[in-house]
């Protein structure tokens, strides 16, 4: 289930700085955030921002990348839930702050399963913009998820 917390339309790659800002703002930590959205919408690069570091990797190289109290998750290319416990999360979400899933919506109940029970849970979609006068920029919506 998902409760609408904030939408921000018309997003450019300049605007990313408020975006996180913002969204550090609207969530009470520590917080998974599961990011959406069609390939090559900006995920990875929005994990950039949250970051702080360029160095944030796309699914080619890994699944899981750590960053301070940040746990980054890239589940392109995980098949099953079963992938998912074999990664011992909760190893990895010790001291984080939060945990950003890319391609994590599938999986989000085994995800919610791993994380303690202090953690909130988010989901950010990101999409196109819907018109050509819209060229480049991204709709961000931030919600509530729980599971059904």
């Not at 995980?78 to 994590?104: P, Q, R, T, V």
Request: aromatic share 12%; net charge negative.
């Amino acid at each position: 289930m998902k409760k609408l917390l904030r939408e921000w339309k018309k997003v450019h790659q300049t605007d990313l700085p408020y975006i996180v800002y913002e969204l550090k703002e609207l969530t009470k930590g520590p917080a998974l955030v599961i990011l959406e959205g069609p390939l090559g919408v900006g995920k990875t690069t929005f994990c950039q921002h949250f970051i702080g570091a360029e160095e944030v990797l796309s699914p080619t190289y890994s699944v899981l990348s750590e960053s301070g109290q940040i746990l980054h998750g890239d589940f392109y290319r995980i098949d099953s839930h079963e992938e998912i416990l074999a990664l011992e999360l909760g190893i990895y979400l010790e001291n984080k702050n939060y945990f950003l899933a890319e391609w994590g919506k599938k999986y989000f109940s085994r995800i919610l399963r791993e994380l303690p029970e202090t953690w909130s849970s988010y989901i950010l979609e990101i999409d196109f913009g819907k018109s050509s006068a819209d060229e480049g920029s991204r709709n961000f919506t931030l919600s509530t998820i729980t599971e059904d």
